[in-house]
């Protein structure tokens, strides 16, 4: 298992263990899994893997999505771009 | 043609089997192993382990589960994964005698003694460390106990109902019992029936050994589970999975029969939650109904095959049990007693030495009791610790008493036949 470090990883390593993730929650080809590809559709995530998701997106990048927001997903590049705009950015130190 | 029991019911044909056990990762390997004097028992090495008063246990080993897709190794407990394993060898086992069959007339009774522990461990862990929102969504159907059945459903695609006995250790054999009343009943034509388990973790082992009921011989894994031994000090924790098909006998095709089971006793002790019932008075009574059910008379057995777990109260009911429904015959009827081997499968254990009972009544020779030597002085029975031995043949079949007993004060006793297919018996 991949732990929080003190850096978030750049655009592609996020996309990467995205990848991972979604891929160990789905058993998905990690071939299928691009930006476009529809998260119940193409990938076979179920309503229990939705949760999976807000696990590992805490365990692995120390983000938590709000349960509201995760259920909006409908695509891998939605759960990027969410994880993409908490990154650096919105959970760097305040000051 | 069919043979009816004397309460009217039909014995049922055992047309395929599977287990996966810390001796081999099927029935054909296991078997080996046992008639070769292994022991599955080794010491633990995982650091998790290095704390624990037992360190010691039965597991099965990690290329085993292989086969699996990896969302099946992350979706379900260890538990569910070995009963498929041993469900879809006796599935594959079974398939010429099920051939044409419709699967919503083949059930699956696949009990457990506990389910899921390792995932209940696991997330209580991330829920302490990590807090609620670490616990995975997949904790409920992970660690309920009927998962097994239903994860074996699924994969096979068997919808004629799926079924969870759990009465502790005697989980497995109590499965074998439904199957033959579901089919008596005729709600299936076949039945995947057995037992699973996967308790060799922190949590079941610090569980069981707070009770005072494991062996402590964390020197000596392969000589620490006696069954009926002087020297007992407790049973070895294992893991692991056994799965029967059967069908009733009339409706099984010539010459697909490995073995029968002719009929089943059940009682319960209504005593302790934990201690057997110290004279076997209703262990006794299961195995009579076992045998008056199947209309057979003591004489009539070639063999035993005990529960003995090692431990020292509930060897000893046992052996006083055996003592008072056979007689004298208990005198030379020979008793072989698997544990000594494989370590307590606890629900899984009915069903993996049943599988073993059979092979050994084809085969006709009763492995040796490993460690059970020397006896204890109390236990009046012809254990087999001195080697193998060649089993009588008294007609076209050989017929064995097995019996498993689980926490709760279950007992079952089932009554086995196979035919007297092998000229040359192993020695």
């Known amino acids: ?95 | 043609m069919s043979f009816l029991t004397v309460t009217g019911q039909q014995r049922v044909a055992i047309v395929g089997w599977g287990s996966v056990t810390p001796l081999g990762a099927d029935a054909s390997t296991t078997w080996e192993a046992i008639q070769a004097g292994q022991c599955g028992i080794a010491a633990l090495k995982e650091p998790w382990s290095a704390d624990l008063p037992v360190q010691i246990g039965g597991c099965v080993a990690p290329s085993a589960t292989a086969s699996l897709p990896p969302l099946l190794l992350r979706r379900a407990d260890r538990c569910a994964q070995l009963g498929l394993l041993a469900a879809r060898e006796a599935w594959a086992m079974a398939s010429t005698a099920a051939a044409g069959l419709d699967p919503q007339r083949i059930a699956v009774v696949l009990g457990t003694g506990i389910g899921g522990l390792g995932t209940m461990h696991e997330q209580h862990s991330q829920l302490t460390s990590g807090g609620p929102t670490r616990v995975n969504p997949l904790t409920v159907p992970m660690l309920i106990p009927d998962a097994a059945a239903g994860q074996v459903a699924i994969d096979l695609g068997l919808q004629g109902g799926a079924h969870t006995p759990v009465s502790a250790c005697a989980s497995g054999a109590e499965a074998m019992m439904l199957a033959q009343m579901l089919l008596n009943d005729d709600r299936a034509d076949l039945v995947l029936a057995g037992g699973t388990e996967a308790p060799v973790n922190r949590l079941g082992l610090v569980g069981f050994s707070a009770m005072r009921a494991l062996s402590l011989r964390n020197d000596a894994p392969a000589q620490a589970s006696r069954p009926y031994g002087r020297d007992r000090d407790g049973f070895v924790l294992s893991e692991g999975a056994g799965v029967v098909a059967m069908m009733r006998e009339g409706d099984t095709p010539a010459g697909a029969a490995l073995g029968w089971q002719l009929a089943c006793g059940c009682s319960s002790d209504a005593h302790h939650i934990v201690a057997p019932e110290p004279n076997g008075i209703q262990a006794s009574r299961a195995i009579d109904d076992a045998l008056r059910r199947a209309g057979v008379t003591p004489d009539q057995l070639c063999a035993v095959q005990a529960h003995a777990t090692g431990t020292s109260l509930g060897d000893l009911a046992e052996a006083r049990a055996l003592r008072r429904s056979l007689g004298a015959v208990a005198d030379h009827l020979p008793v072989y007693a698997p544990k000594g081997q494989l370590g307590h499968l606890l629900g899984g254990a009915g069903a993996v030495e049943a599988i073993l009972g059979i092979q050994a009544l084809r085969d006709g020779v009763l492995p040796q009791s490993i460690n059970s030597g020397p006896l204890d002085p109390e236990v009046e029975l012809a254990v087999t610790t001195e080697g193998p031995v060649q089993l009588k043949q008294s007609s076209s079949e050989r017929l064995m008493l097995k019996n498993a007993f689980g926490f709760g004060g279950h007992n079952i006793s089932l009554v086995l036949s196979a035919p007297c297919n092998n000229a040359a018996p192993l020695h």
């Open chain 1, 1 to 95: 298992m991949q732990v929080l470090t003190e850096e978030l990883p750049d655009k592609q390593q996020l996309q990467g263990n995205l990848v991972d993730i979604l891929h160990r929650i789905s058993g998905a080809d990690p071939a299928l899994i691009t930006p476009d590809a529809r998260l119940m559709e193409d990938i076979g995530i179920d309503s229990l893997g939705f949760y999976e998701i807000l696990i590992e997106a805490d365990t692995c990048f120390g983000i938590r999505i709000p349960e509201e927001q995760l259920l909006q997903f409908k695509t891998v590049g939605d759960i990027q771009a969410h994880l993409e705009a908490l990154g650096p950015a919105s959970s760097s130190d305040p000051s």
